[in-house]
């Protein structure tokens, strides 16, 4: 977060380049900054193994998305809330992951946006509509209250950041997480 296109301030590249320094888990790092075409590929090169740019924010999204996986991780798209995943189609197969925002980005403990549902579901078709193996990411508000509903609409990866780290237990709260999305998946697939 940069402070200006969401008001808080939050880690950069130095920090991403440190902690990649010291762990081989693979880094996702979600910008939500102006400028993503001048500064996603610096988190690239400072260790991130997926890197997710607002497409509000981007100039040139097809340009940044091929940029990144030619330097070798991830194009993740994101989406804020009011913004329609239909004018996006034909960039599908640039990405590797879409990210759609059930809450407005910026602040952890929001509550999340039911409305988000239907456009969750829409991005799902169009995925195997045009046959991508790609990732559809949720991203505000997810808990063991709304991981159901994110993971039948079809969401098939969860950020949850209140709900983990807010509980007694951070690590018994994520595989909770994790055991609720996995159950509704596959009692979705069987329908």
């Not at 194009?75 to 640039?94: F, G, N, Q």
Request: proline fraction near 6%.
């Amino acid at each position: 977060m940069d402070n200006h296109f969401v008001p808080n301030l939050t880690l950069g590249v130095p920090v991403v380049e440190s902690l990649h320094k010291a762990t081989e888990t693979p880094l996702d790092c979600h910008l939500m900054i102006d400028e993503p075409d001048r500064w996603a590929p610096q988190y690239v090169e400072a260790g991130a193994g997926s890197v997710t740019f607002h497409v509000e924010a981007a100039a040139a999204p097809v340009r940044l998305a091929r940029q990144i996986r030619a330097q070798g991780a991830r194009a993740a798209m994101a989406l804020k809330p009011a913004t329609a995943i239909e004018p996006y189609e034909d960039l599908l197969p640039e990405l590797d992951m879409l990210l759609v925002m059930t809450v407005e980005p910026g602040f952890g403990g929001q509550a999340f946006l039911d409305i988000m549902l239907p456009k969750i579901r829409r991005t799902r078709q169009l995925i195997e509509k045009h046959g991508l193996q790609m990732w559809l990411q949720v991203d505000g508000g997810v808990s063991a209250e709304t991981i159901d509903r994110c993971a039948e609409a079809g969401a098939d990866v969860f950020v949850a950041g209140s709900a983990v780290y807010d509980a007694d237990d951070p690590a018994a709260a994520v595989r909770a997480l994790r055991t609720r999305a996995e159950e509704t998946a596959l009692r979705t697939c069987a329908h």
